[in-house]
């Protein structure tokens, strides 16, 4: 004896809700989780091509075979398609025959954010 009130055959609507609000909670926890890597992605690419930059302005220094005067200087620079502000910042040190030389670079909308950071010390040339 079967009883006919008792027999199922597929999911209740009930089911059906809870099932489609986990798949859709899942869901959003992924394109957060998406979208927060992208953001990361391009804030590790805009920090690598401003390190690049530095690095650029330093070999420049570095190349020209100059002792450095104090003062500051700066200029633009563009890496990897993206545009960047640069300014060099040198100051004496201790010994009279170095030179510190701190290299920042930040992006045209924000200045006040230093997107990279550079510092390095430039010997006085001994004839």
Do not use: C
Request: glycine content about 4%; cysteine-free; aromatic content about 8%.
């Amino acid at each position: 004896m079967r009883n006919r009130g008792t027999a199922r055959s597929g999911f209740a609507l009930i089911e059906t809700l809870v099932a489609l609000a986990i798949i859709g909670i899942a869901m959003a926890a992924a394109m957060r989780s998406t979208r927060f890597s992208i953001d990361t992605v391009y804030d590790l690419k805009t920090r690598t091509a401003a390190a690049w930059v530095a690095q650029n302005v330093s070999n420049q220094l570095l190349a020209a075979r100059l002792f450095p005067e104090p003062g500051a200087l700066s200029g633009k620079a563009t890496q990897g398609m993206q545009e960047f502000d640069w300014r060099q910042e040198v100051s004496v040190t201790p010994n009279y025959s170095f030179r510190r030389v701190e290299i920042k670079v930040f992006l045209p909308d924000n200045p006040e954010h230093v997107v990279s950071r550079q510092v390095n010390y430039v010997a006085r040339q001994q004839n």
